[in-house]
């Protein structure tokens, strides 16, 4: 009875592959995001969806896109993945305008 | 802009003493404000949350914080920390439009 949810847990691939991570929530939530934390541990927003339409798009690399296919989901695709991008990528979800947030318990990308 | 600072980077503190890690916020409205932690190795565990009233909320695990607004702090306070409380601890704050802003986390380490 997860309540947001994510997959791969740990993601390690070369450089230059393209990978996607999941993201799923069961809280009836309409609004999802995607942050990343850097090896600093600083967590910073990417993306957030509500009812599958983009609403925050922060400075990214186009090689990352979302896509959130029902207000339930919300995949993160990254092309041409470059050392950098090694992180722990979270999906959050809430509802409405709530400013609460619930997180998923993050994936491990390790580029190498 | 919305910001959140922890000025401390890394505490360490001996079993069974007490706790205070700081947070101060800049935010135009009233704040929803928020303490997270996070273990090695893995997601983000809310703590506690202010929205209004009471400006004394507890939390899980024994911790509580303190809203001052006169301050733009929201302290997390424990009276006897536990060695299982050697973790990454963020505060964050919820703004409108689905905007969250966490600060860059305090370091815990717990000495026997």
């Known amino acids: 009875d997860t309540a947001v949810s994510q997959t791969p847990k740990y993601l390690v691939t070369q450089m230059g592959n393209d990978k996607s991570i999941k993201c799923e929530q069961n809280?009836?939530?309409?609004?999802m995001y995607w942050y990343k934390q850097d090896s600093k541990k600083f967590l910073k927003i990417m993306f957030s969806y509500n009812n599958k339409e983009l609403i925050i798009n922060e400075t990214v690399p186009n090689r990352f896109s979302p896509k959130s296919p029902d207000k339930a989901h919300l995949n993160l695709h990254i092309n041409s993945l470059e050392l950098g991008d090694s992180a722990v990528y979270f999906c959050a979800s809430s509802e409405g305008n709530s400013p609460e947030q619930y997180f998923g318990p993050g994936t491990r990308l390790t580029v190498t | 802009a919305q910001s959140v600072t922890q000025p401390d980077i890394h505490i360490t503190v001996s079993e069974g003493a007490s706790l205070e890690l700081r947070c101060n916020y800049s935010y135009g409205a009233t704040p929803y404000l928020f303490w997270y932690v996070q273990s090695p190795g893995q997601g983000l565990q809310l703590l506690l949350k202010y929205f209004s009233g009471d400006t004394l909320v507890q939390g899980i695990k024994g911790f509580e914080a303190e809203f001052k607004r006169s301050q733009s702090s929201f302290n997390l306070r424990k009276p006897s920390v536990h060695w299982s409380d050697a973790a990454e601890y963020f505060c964050?704050?919820?703004?409108?439009?689905?905007?969250?802003?966490f600060g860059t986390g305090t370091s815990l380490t717990v000495i026997p």
């Open positions: 809280l009836g939530h309409d609004t």
């Open positions: 964050a704050v919820g703004a409108t439009g689905n905007q969250f802003y």
